[in-house]
T-cell receptor
């Protein structure tokens, strides 16, 4: 029979609207955080990163916010497009070089 | 630029057979990571190398799994003998660790099905 899999949170947005994807991280010693986008049949693709000495970083159409007090990370996508539909993962790196991934959020963009 | 290259893209094998997955990291990167992705457990780190030396293999599930990195441009992940529960997508990633910001760069994975 089928095994129970991870139930990915899903965010559904209208094309042109802004998207906000949230992530809670676990290790207070983590000092580097990364957002990845994964499309079907492909590996995770780097979007944007931020170090723990910053609380905001902007890229092209994307912004990452870091709140170390509550161990929270968010990814904002401006003017969401159908091509943004994918699974988004936050990842953290603490002592050593291990990058640990969250469970992911599925973003669905309605045309 | 060529990214991380993995082969094969798909592998179907019978239980008990040996499986070898291959990875060529991005030229100039000094670290290589093997991840496994399943619906049940998400993305799990299996092992990583720095300068061709295995640093942390605590994520390798069992002795049936082994990984090697004989040189800076090649790594293998071997499963012997394979079991149906090994079915997953296996990703290789590389990075230039030591820089301030050093995200992982992933290949497109090998989808392994063990029947």
């Amino acid at each position: 029979g089928e095994s129970v899999g991870l139930h990915l949170p899903t965010l559904s947005v209208q094309e042109g609207d802004n998207s906000i994807i949230n992530c809670a991280y676990s290790n207070s010693a983590s000092d580097y955080f990364i957002w990845y986008k994964q499309e079907s049949g492909k590996g995770p693709q780097f979007i944007i990163d931020i170090r723990s000495n910053m609380d905001k970083r902007q890229g092209q159409r994307v912004t990452v916010l870091l709140n170390k007090t509550v161990k929270h990370l968010s990814l904002q996508i401006a003017a969401t497009q159908p091509g943004d539909s994918a699974v988004y993962f936050c990842a953290e790196r603490g002592g050593g070089f291990k990058t640990i991934f969250g469970a992911g959020t599925r973003l669905f963009v309605k045309a | 630029d060529a990214g991380v290259i993995q082969s094969p893209r798909h592998e179907v094998t019978e239980m008990g057979q040996e499986v070898t997955l291959r990875c060529k990291p991005i030229s100039g990167h000094n670290s290589l990571f093997w991840y496994r992705q399943t619906m049940m457990r998400g993305l799990e780190l299996l092992i990583y190398f720095n300068n061709n030396v295995p640093i942390d293999d605590s994520g390798m599930p069992e002795d049936r799994f082994s990984a090697k990195m004989p040189n800076a441009s090649f790594s293998t992940l071997k499963i012997q003998p394979s079991e149906p529960r090994d079915s997953a997508v296996y990703f290789c990633a590389s990075s230039l660790l030591g820089q301030t910001n050093s995200p992982l760069h992933f290949g497109n994975g090998t989808r392994l099905t063990v029947t």
